[in-house]
Every structure is written in C-alpha cells, then in structure tokens.
C-alpha cells in the first residue's frame, strides 16, 4: 500500500539504528550515521520536508528498531460506535485511541484513551484487530512502522466529555459515518469494527 521510497527509507533507519544501539567500532558508527542521512534525505525528497528534520526525528530513535503500536477502541451505543473529533489534524474524526504507553497493558491503554478522549468508561471484550499500518492505504504515509490494535470495548459509564485532543464526542452508524482522519482509522476498518459488534465470535483478524 505505502510506496517504495518510503518503505526503502524505514528500513535503512532501522538498520542504522540497530546499528548504532549494538557497534563499538567508530568506523562503523560513521557508516550507520551515513546510513540514516541517506534514509532522510530519501524521505525528505519524495515527502517535501527538511532532510535535517527527518534525521534529528530518526537521531531520537535509539535501541533496537521495532514498529510503534498504535490503540484503538470500538465503543458502541445501540447502532452506533463512538467516535471523537480531533483538535489537530483539521478537526476530523477517529475512534478514540492513540500511541501504547509504557508500563501498561494494550487493554489499559484503550481504556485511558477512551477516558482522556471521550469521557466515557469502558471494559475491553475482544481484540478484534491487529493490523500493519503499511498494508492499508492509511494517509498521509508516517516515517515509522506500525501495529494497529483495535479492541472492541463496552460502555459501562462516565459521560461524553472532550478533552484537549478532541473537541467533540459522538456516536455513529455504518452507513453515516463523519470525515475521518485517515492517518488514524479508515472507513473500512471501523465497518469491520461493525462485524466484529455484530458477531462476537468472529476471530482477531490480523495481516
């Protein structure tokens, strides 16, 4: 789904930043270096960004190179998920959820997100999805790679409240669902979402 250049960029900067966690030999710490310049300025010359800046974002990477794991809750009231609209990104929606914290569980990050995000309660019933970002046609395309976890989630309290990431809460059908930020979540994924509702038996689905 993601194009050439980028997959060719996230790989060589995760080879230079393995490199970089594990060589003691400095001949080979000016290699891996080189190597992360040419990751950034490939990406920096099919994206239109500043090569310095992509490789003072890959210079913050340290220690074994592994994807980013991204949460995502599936609430539902009656016929309709919950979704909430962001601040940033032009106002648009997703399903409460973003990057997993340290030092706690997949299930209790969602938890906190849909907290933070929407105001409500949830308990988490089923991981209903994992899926790698780069073989969805998610946009725009992100420097790192990463897993995309989506928990189908039961509503047992708190209200819709907003937060300073969202300004506002609510709750959608299939068939009338906002303008999404498509960096987060894709149509396709919340209709599966949907299944996932209606037949709780079906298994994780995973790429």
């Known amino acids: 789904m993601e194009p050439r250049w980028l997959l060719w960029s996230r790989e060589l900067q995760a080879i230079a930043q393995t490199g970089l966690a594990f060589c003691q030999d400095e001949f080979d710490v000016e290699r891996y270096r080189a190597i992360r310049r040419l990751a950034s300025e490939i990406m ?120 300073i990431e969202t300004s506002e809460v609510g709750f959608f059908s299939e068939t009338e669902l906002p303008e999404l930020s498509t960096g987060r979540v894709l149509a396709s994924q919340i209709q599966r979402m949907f299944d996932h509702w209606r037949d709780t038996a079906l298994p994780t689905d995973f790429d």
């Open 44 to 163: 920096a010359d099919h994206s239109g960004s500043e090569s310095f800046r992509i490789e003072n974002l890959f210079a913050e990477q340290t220690g074994y190179a592994t994807p980013k794991v991204d949460v995502r809750a599936a609430a539902f009231q009656g016929e309709r998920v919950l979704m909430v609209r962001e601040r940033l990104d032009n106002g648009l929606w997703t399903l409460p959820g973003g990057w997993a914290d340290v030092n706690q569980s997949p299930s209790e990050c969602v938890i906190k997100e849909v907290r933070e995000e929407s105001g409500f309660e949830v308990v988490v019933r089923k991981l209903a999805a994992v899926f790698d970002r780069a073989k969805h046609p998610h946009k725009p395309p992100f420097p790192f790679h990463i897993y995309k976890m989506f928990f189908l989630c039961e509503i047992v309290g708190g209200a819709a409240s907003t937060s």
